[in-house]
């Protein structure tokens, strides 16, 4: 049984930082990418970040790049996002997703196939 669990949310102070991290388990994820959404009760989902478990390539949002690395450790079948410079918008529930497959351009949540239960981030102006 595949689970994803999700962990180091917190609140933050605008421009600081914070690194969440996605336990994998239940199966081998070497082709699969990983994926964070957020999204806040009572809106829509935002795509965050992707990785290729297999070659590392990653992909951002408009919104965090420059600002947030998402990576990803083999030994551990952990990823991580790397949150720096927060923002007040970045406030959020996190969500880690997983998707079987190579292509990381991949935005629409709709077509991952497994999620954790997701981690609060609060960041305060």
């Known amino acids: 049984q595949v689970q994803l669990v999700e962990s180091g949310g917190g609140l933050v102070q605008a421009g600081g930082s914070l690194r969440l991290s996605c336990a994998a388990s239940?199966?081998?994820?070497?082709?699969?990418?990983m994926g964070w959404f957020r999204q806040a009760p009572g809106k829509e989902s935002e795509f965050v970040a992707t990785?290729?478990?297999?070659?590392?390539?990653?992909y951002y949002s408009d919104s965090v790049k420059g600002r947030f690395t998402i990576s990803r450790d083999n030994a551990k079948n952990t990823v991580y996002l790397q949150m720096n410079s927060l923002k007040p918008e970045d406030t959020d529930v996190y969500y880690c997703e997983a998707r079987e497959g190579l292509e990381v351009a991949r935005v629409n949540r709709a077509e991952y196939d497994y999620w954790g239960q997701g981690t609060q981030v609060t960041v305060s102006s």
């Open positions: 239940g199966r081998t994820f070497s082709n699969y990418v």
């Open positions: 990785i290729s478990w297999r070659v590392s390539i990653t």
